[in-house]
């Protein structure tokens, strides 16, 4: 007999999920206020489940079929009977959690991009979602802010990959355009090989500076945003950011090694985030005029 989840019980599990697996969701949800946090471990327990699915399980026909399963929010699940409650409350778009099914049943069948067009047409699913659900259960639910996230939501993808390209080669996976790769004399087997050259260096700067062109075209939306959510969106455009500095900095010998932003960079991060939040919003005099020409409307206070 299948086990019935009462919420209460559904909620801790989730908060559990979300505070005691390898990434360090906490230290993000500490930003933000606290009367939020139940609501982002609902949401991140959808996401590590779905991502689990698609990647822990070994065998691409079972992966798609769970992923299948997950798309339909079984109701006996614990995460669906916390999730519920958060879609309901906090008007969540469901658009957002298919295209994430989306991306991960893409990954079990799609291993190697052609060109950027189809590179960003995967950031659509896989990335571009988790920043509009990150809106909307802070109470903002305009289009303009939301095409803003994109940009930066798409460059933190970008970037993601460009620190990973080692780790996806063991997957089997090239996430860097074949037709970029070719354009600077390098194979897909010369990267499946890890074979690092002067023309996968150049090959790599362009695709690291194509990503933070995005991170650029996503920055206006800090200054739009309430004091914590603008902080910790800044964070993690920062923290992206970062990584690309740290691909430059290896001279982007990204088949060699994985670059790492250690612990006490970390801190730096946040610190000097911090700072630089503080002064702006001292000069500003508060969300909608920070370096930014844009002055959406703040959404109501819940």
């Known amino acids: 007999m299948e ?17 005691h697996h390898y990434e360090n969701f906490h230290v993000v949800s500490f930003l933000l206020p606290k009367e939020l946090h139940q609501d982002f471990y609902n949401v991140y ?3 590590r489940w779905a991502d689990d699915l698609g990647d822990e399980i070994g065998d691409t026909r079972e992966s798609l079929r769970l992923l299948n399963w997950w798309r339909g929010m079984p109701a006996g699940n614990p995460v669906f009977v916390a999730l519920k409650r958060t879609i309901e409350a906090r008007g969540l778009p469901l658009d957002c959690f298919s295209n994430l099914i989306t991306a991960f049943e893409h990954d079990q069948v799609v291993t190697r991009y052609a060109n950027w067009d189809e ?8 990335a571009n979602p988790v920043g509009r ?6 109470g903002y639910h305009d289009e303009e802010r939301a095409r803003l996230s994109d940009y930066t939501c798409t460059g933190l ?3 993601n990959f460009w620190q990973d390209v080692r780790v996806d080669v ?10 970029l790769l070719a354009r600077h004399g390098v194979s897909e087997a010369d990267v ?3 074979r690092h050259s002067a023309g996968f260096a150049a090959a790599m700067r362009e695709a690291v500076n194509y990503a933070r062109g995005y991170f650029e075209r996503g920055l206006p939306l800090i200054a739009t945003l309430d004091a914590r959510l603008s902080l910790d969106i800044e964070l993690f455009s920062r923290g992206g950011l970062a990584i690309l500095k740290k691909v430059e900095q290896a001279e982007y010998r990204v088949l060699d090694a994985r670059p790492k932003i250690g612990k ?4 730096w991060l946040l610190f000097s985030t911090i700072l630089r939040w503080s002064k702006n919003r001292i000069v500003s005099g508060g969300p909608g005029r920070v370096g930014s020409n844009y002055d959406l409307q703040k959404p109501p206070r819940t």
């Open 3 to 19: 086990r019935r989840w009462g919420l209460e019980e559904s909620l801790a599990y989730t908060r559990w999920l979300s505070t």
């Open 45 to 47: 327990a959808f996401c």
């Open 119 to 126: 590179v960003l047409a995967y950031c659509v699913n896989s």
């Open 133 to 138: 659900l990150v809106l909307a259960l802070c």
């Open 157 to 159: 993808q970008l970037a």
């Open 170 to 179: 063991g997957k089997d996976r090239i996430y860097l355009p074949l037709d």
């Open 192 to 194: 499946m090989g890890l």
């Open 264 to 267: 006490g960079e970390r801190v």
